[in-house]
């Protein structure tokens, strides 16, 4: 245990490792958000289409 804390004490003082390892983190958290975001988009999309397709059956049946 004392080997992990004296790691992390030599990595937290260590600033650019820090500071590269934050951006890492961001930039695959904006990956998955952006993925995530095409997929309900089509989802959403395809909603959209088939509320659209409905409304139009509605409209020639009455």
Avoid: S
């Amino acid at each position: 245990m004392q080997h992990i804390n004296d790691w992390l004490k030599h990595i937290a003082h260590n600033y650019i490792l820090v500071i590269i390892a934050a951006v890492l983190f961001f930039a695959v958290k904006a990956v998955i958000g952006w993925y995530t975001y095409r997929h309900y988009d089509r989802k959403l999309d395809a909603l959209t289409d088939k509320v659209n397709r409905l409304l139009e059956q509605k409209k020639t049946t009455d």
